[in-house]
């Protein structure tokens, strides 16, 4: 049985050239059992014909937010209860626009904004548009307020331009909106993920740290979270913003970056230790600023707790993942630490290759596992942070 069987869907088409392919896209959401309204706008009705959308769908089109014939005249209101989801293919950078901002000027944002059900959006716009600051930045808004975003493809446009902005075929679609309606992969779970770096205090105004950005584990969060997961996301001084629905806690210090964790640990699944902790503390913190006199000067330095050892250590732990950032021979120093660190899992990158690592936005890791290990090759942090996850949950038993 296809997971779209019965499965009510409120089918939005904005005005595109791509709005074309709804008629083929609502064929095959029938064929999977689903029954389909579909909802236009104004500028899809230039590109396709509700006569079209009535008979491909068996229902009639609505377009009017004030229609004397829907019950009450509040056909927004009983579409957007009626709908388990919302898919609006194509979705043009105008109604992204107006969707991100929360307006309600036509018959389908309202139904966006009345309704509950989750809504996937099939972005599907000139390259250049796609690309533009705004449109990027009204993405980042409707990603942030959990709206499923499909696509957009890259390639050749209907104006003749080569790039992002694609609408996905219709069979694409339908597979990435099978995954709304299934259970997702690390549903319930808490995890707890240390990010960035630490500081160690010198004096009032002095510290050492180290050039993480946090991006990684910021990326494993956010991903983690889109994945099902309740997560604690304990951050060294980093300038990232926190992701929706995470609770965060910033700390400074190694010793500080250590009772958190250990205290959002008592309750975890699976703790993620992504922060590039200084393994050095000054032994001393001078109480006042320290003033300039000799030549040189020497700082007395203490090891810092391994947090990661800690808990790994810890006889009810949760599945343990830690990163090790090497500059050669990455392999042998990833296992040995899998080992001596009692860990469950271990994703190691070769800090040494320029492009990925500490401050890119790219990375390249291999994991490694107590029966086995998988390289993940080149990509941005959010697919690699997914990549992983995904590993994480095919080894994962609870503690
Ligand atoms: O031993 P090394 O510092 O290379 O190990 C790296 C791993 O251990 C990372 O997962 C890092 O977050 C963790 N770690 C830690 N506390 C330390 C040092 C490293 O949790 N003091």
Redesign the pocket.
């Known amino acids: 049985m296809s997971l779209l069987e019965n499965k009510k869907i409120v089918l939005g088409i904005t005005g595109g050239i791509a709005a074309y392919k709804c008629a083929d896209l609502t064929r095959r959401l029938r064929e999977q059992g689903a029954i389909v309204k579909v909802v236009m706008t104004k500028g899809a009705q230039a590109f396709i014909t509700p006569l079209t959308m009535q008979a491909v769908s068996g229902n009639p089109v609505m377009d009017d937010l004030l229609d004397p014939a829907a019950e009450a005249a509040m056909g927004h209101i009983e579409l957007a209860k009626w709908a388990d989801t919302i898919l609006i293919a194509p979705a043009t950078a105008n109604f992204m626009a107006s969707l991100s901002q929360g307006l309600a000027g036509d018959l389908l944002s309202t139904i966006c904004l009345a309704t509950s059900a989750p809504i996937a959006i099939c972005p599907a716009m000139n390259q250049q548009m796609w690309a533009a600051p705004a449109t990027q930045r009204n993405l980042a808004t409707l990603l942030a307020d959990g709206h499923a975003i499909f696509g957009p493809g890259t390639g050749e446009q209907a104006c003749g331009d080569i790039g992002a902005g694609r609408m996905l075929e219709p069979l694409e679609i339908i597979s990435q909106l099978q995954r709304v309606f299934t259970q997702p992969l690390l549903n319930g779970k808490k995890i707890t993920i240390?990010a960035g770096p630490t500081q160690e205090a010198i004096d009032p105004v002095r510290y050492l740290s180290n050039h993480s950005s946090g991006k990684m584990g910021f990326a494993i969060a956010k991903a983690a979270i889109n994945l099902g997961a309740k997560v604690t996301l304990i951050a060294g001084p980093v300038s990232l913003a926190t992701p929706v629905n995470c609770q965060r806690i910033d700390v400074k210090s190694?010793e500080q970056m250590l009772a958190a964790t250990q205290q959002a640990c008592l309750d975890s699944d699976i703790f993620i230790?992504?922060?590039?902790?200084a393994?050095y503390a000054p032994e001393t913190v001078a109480e006042n600023k320290i003033k300039k006199s000799n030549e040189t000067m020497a700082i007395a330095l203490k090891r810092?707790?391994?947090?990661?050892a800690t808990i790994a250590g810890q006889q009810d732990k949760p599945f343990c993942v830690?990163?090790?950032?090497e500059t050669q021979d990455v392999e042998h120093y990833a296992k040995d630490?899998l080992s001596r660190k009692n860990l469950d899992m271990i994703a190691a990158n070769n800090v040494a290759i320029s492009g990925q690592g500490f401050a890119s936005d790219n990375n390249a890791l291999s994991v490694f596992w107590k029966n086995g290990q998988q390289d993940l090759t080149l990509a941005d942090k959010e697919t690699l942070a997914y990549q992983l996850l995904e590993l994480i949950e095919q080894n994962y038993s609870p503690k």
């Open positions: 240390t190694a230790a992504c922060a590039a902790v393994d810092n707790p391994d947090i990661l830690g990163f090790a950032a630490k």
